[in-house]
């Protein structure tokens, strides 16, 4: 079933029933103001934090309510609605006295039309570009030919208090300290008005909810006045009556409703807006006055589109797959950004606790923006490497307020109890060579090696010192087979191996950062630090070809006792997906081991949906640190699609030359490719979700936890340096895509150093990897890759597949 379809166009994504199988939302804002709405305006904002800077409420796991609302009422036969179909809910359908509606997610704005009874409503929503605010313009059209009498009312419920938790639960607390007054054009909500005054007489803890454009005929700051008693969202009695009761809150829940009153004639339009933010009463004022004129909306809008636009516009491809091109030039490249930004911080899943960054989740998110912002990314690696400890390993959690230089480490009783989190992990640290060197490459930036960033802890070093002290990390933490110790855990939190088990898919991990390390050592002639990794990566490949390669496939890894873990003999958990793709992209296993190991993940792990993590599923046969048995078959970690891990195959299949398998994973992974079959999918059809539930599951193929997911990063990585086969190193790029062979041609647009490279890959004769001709600017090279040297400002390549 079809809810909507991508406008590539515009770069949106249109909702054309409301009804979706669950809330498909958009982001809007920044790290500084943030904001998630859905197509039917549910949803919440917040400042810096979605846990600790909650100002607007949204019950989870509920029914997407409370959110930014828009009701308007028919004040002649007193009927109403709301702007979105939700929360009044009318019948859907044709005619006059139903609801037809559509929703326009763009590049951080969403855009909500409605008609009912020949009056139709769009509001727009937005955070404007570097603003800690929010802006939902309305238009109301009367399309009918007589005048009409209309009442609107915009409607936000405040949180009591900026901690989410406190105001969902410590109800005798938080119900006793706010307040709200009508200031001007606003409602005004205070937090702990007596506490904390600056000598501005304002505590900081004050929101609001303004009108521009027509004037406040009445209001509430009270919920219970506007909602009123045995009644909810859908049918508010002052809605219903057709005007608040001018009531502000005192020792209950606040909220901010306005209420206007508008005459249109027969086909007049009139527009005005609302607009939110955690503003005292002056500032609130200015901002407010600053939209005397609403046209400065359209220009605000504009810098919005331009802004994001602009970032996509450095890599643009255009391939026979329409599914391919809208995920790669807009939402898989969007969704990579929103990652970036928030982590896994607030989504409609995430409630915001998680208050920092994940160490392993940014380095790897750092990935997916790289070829798209590489100055952006930058800034990351390094707050990413200021939260690397001393000793070479990653905070965990990386704190929002991170002091570098200054921080607790899990060698504290203080950083554990702060965190919760109790130990390092293997796999944290090493994430910063394919980071570190992607950036590199994309940039030619290799004075980056040689800035001095601080440690989390104490001390300061270079680049090239923190890459060092990642490799010592490893290497000091050998167990039995002289492979890396799991420590806490490695990439999968389910699987806890012990702190002296070891993890191949770790193991994997260090031997591709040897090679990065050994190719960044080879450029600055560091012959004896070369020495010295390429006598123990050797010692590393042979340990890992001799105790975890198993007939045709490598083993998930050993238990403290020497267990194996994901052997071919085992009941369950027989086959692991990560071991076998990293074993291709850390570049460890042969060809005849790649070969069979990924044969063996498409025989026993491939389905209709993608890839299992593993299988088969846990239910009685788990080892004692098989925390994945806590869910059930075919779900999450327990042999579900973990999306994540979707990336890796597809880049693996990539390395190997396999583009109609590469784009076979790809198309499964794929949210387009489920357009038309919402229903099953669930989640929205535009970004990746973190599982999808698998073969033992009788909902097979249904999404879970929206947006916030590595996959994002991972999917474009795979798609971009493995499908299309854009892999730049330090001196240059090389061009070597592994395609379907039905795709006969494709071209690719991307800014590189400064320069543009319009690429164009010819497949008449329907191959899908390596090539017989390569033209840069009619030149014929020996070689499929393009010493920076060779650039101009403007470069025609042509590869003939």
């Excluded at 060698?411 to 910063?432: E, F, I, K, M, N």
């Excluded at 923190?466 to 806490?488: C, D, Q, V, W, Y």
């Excluded at 936890?705 to 730049?728: F, Y």
């Excluded at 150093?753 to 990897?769: F, Y």
Aim: aromatic residues 12%; contains cysteine; glycine residues 8%.
């Amino acid at each position: 079933m079809r809810y909507g379809y991508f406008d590539e166009a515009s770069k949106e994504y249109v909702i054309t029933r409301p009804d979706t199988p669950a809330p498909w939302a958009n982001y809007l804002g920044s790290p500084e103001y943030g904001a998630i709405i859905s197509n039917n305006a549910g949803g919440y904002s917040f400042v810096k934090s979605g846990a600790n800077g909650r100002i607007s409420r949204y019950i989870f796991n509920q029914e997407d309510k409370p959110g930014r609302y828009i009701y308007l009422r028919d004040d002649e036969d007193n009927d109403y609605w709301s702007a979105s179909w939700q929360p009044v809910g009318k019948p859907l359908g044709e005619g006059y006295d139903k609801y037809q509606s559509e929703c326009r997610h763009g590049m951080a704005y969403t855009t909500i039309k409605g008609r009912y009874k020949d009056i139709s409503s769009e509001v727009l929503y937005y955070v404007p570009l570097n603003k800690t605010h929010e802006v939902w313009k309305v238009k109301i059209t009367n399309n009918s030919d007589r005048p009409r009498k209309i009442s609107a009312f915009g409607y936000i419920e405040f949180t009591n208090e900026s901690f989410y938790e406190n105001d969902q639960v410590n109800l005798q607390y938080t119900l006793f300290i706010t307040r709200t007054y009508l200031k001007g054009n606003k409602i005004l909500q205070t937090v702990n008005e007596n506490d904390m005054k600056n000598e501005e007489g304002t505590n900081n803890r004050e929101r609001f909810f303004g009108l521009v454009g027509a004037p406040i005929t009445s209001y509430n700051g009270d919920k219970s006045s506007f909602i009123g008693a045995y009644r909810s969202y859908h049918n508010p009695i002052a809605v219903e009556r057709g005007n608040c009761d001018n009531t502000l809150n005192y020792n209950s829940n606040a909220c901010g409703a306005i209420h206007t009153k508008i005459e249109l004639q027969a086909g007049e339009s009139k527009e005005f807006a609302f607009f939110l933010g955690q503003k005292n009463d002056k500032e609130a004022t200015k901002i407010l006055d600053s939209y005397s004129d609403l046209s400065t909306i359209d220009k605000e809008l504009k810098e919005l589109k331009d802004y994001w636009h602009g970032k996509f516009a450095n890599f643009q491809v255009n391939t026979p797959s329409q599914e391919f091109n809208v995920m790669i030039n807009t939402w898989n490249a969007y969704q990579c950004f929103i990652t970036f930004i928030w982590s896994r911080a607030a989504s409609f899943i995430y409630c915001g606790l998680r208050n920092g960054y994940g160490y392993r989740d940014t380095v790897q998110d750092i990935q997916g923006i790289i070829h798209l912002d590489p100055a952006m990314a930058k800034d990351k690696i390094r707050f990413m490497l200021s939260a690397q400890v001393d000793n070479g390993g990653g905070l965990p959690l990386v704190k929002f307020d991170h002091n570098a230089g200054h921080e607790d480490t899990p060698d504290d009783a203080s950083y554990v109890q702060a965190t919760g989190h109790p130990a390092y992990r293997a796999d944290d640290a090493l994430w910063l060579f394919p980071t570190v060197y992607k950036y590199m490459a994309e940039t030619g930036d290799k004075e980056f090696l040689d800035e001095v960033i601080p440690y989390a802890n104490r001390d300061e070093g270079t680049v090239y010192d923190h890459l060092k002290r990642a490799i010592n990390f490893s290497m000091e933490r050998l167990s039995t087979h002289n492979m890396p110790a799991g420590l806490h855990a490695d990439w999968n939190d389910c699987l806890r191996l012990g702190k002296k088990g070891e993890s191949t898919f770790v193991a994997l991990q260090l031997y591709y950062a040897m090679s990065v390390i050994r190719d960044i050592a080879l450029d600055k002639n560091d012959q004896e630090y070369i020495a010295y990794i390429d006598k123990v990566q050797k010692e590393l490949k042979d340990t890992i070809n001799k105790n975890c390669w198993e007939d045709d496939r490598f083993i998930r890894g050993f238990k403290e006792d020497g267990q194996v873990i994901g052997s071919k003999k085992d009941p369950e958990a027989s086959m692991w997906l990560n071991p076998q793709s990293w074993s291709v992209i850390s570049g460890l296993a042969t060809k005849e081991q790649a070969k069979k190991a990924l044969d063996s993940v498409y025989r026993e792990l491939n389905t209709e949906y993608g890839v299992r993590v593993m299988a088969p599923s846990y239910v009685d046969h788990a080892f004692d640190g098989a925390l994945a048995i806590l869910f059930n078959p075919s779900t999450k970690e327990n042999g579900g699609i973990f999306s994540q891990p979707q990336g890796w195959i597809i880049l693996a299949e990539s390395l190997l030359g396999r583009g109609n398998r590469a784009f076979e994973y790809f198309m499964k992974a794929c949210p387009a490719a489920m357009n038309d079959k919402a229903e099953i999918r669930v989640l929205e059809p535009y970004v990746h979700g973190q599982f999808i539930e698998s073969v033992d599951s009788p909902f097979e193929g249904r999404a879970h936890v929206h947006w916030l997911t590595g996959t994002a990063s991972t999917v474009m990585v795979g798609s971009v340096e493995g499908i299309l086969g854009i892999r730049p190193d330090l001196n240059g790029i090389r061009i070597a895509p592994s395609i379907p062979s039905e795709w006969k041609e494709l071209t690719i647009d991307k800014k590189f150093r400064g320069k543009m490279l319009h690429i164009k890959v010819k497949n008449e004769s329907g191959g899908e990897s390596a090539y017989k001709e390569f033209y840069v600017n009619g030149e014929k090279l020996d070689d499929n890759y393009i010493p920076e040297s060779l650039m101009k400002d403007e470069n025609e390549i042509v590869l003939l597949m």
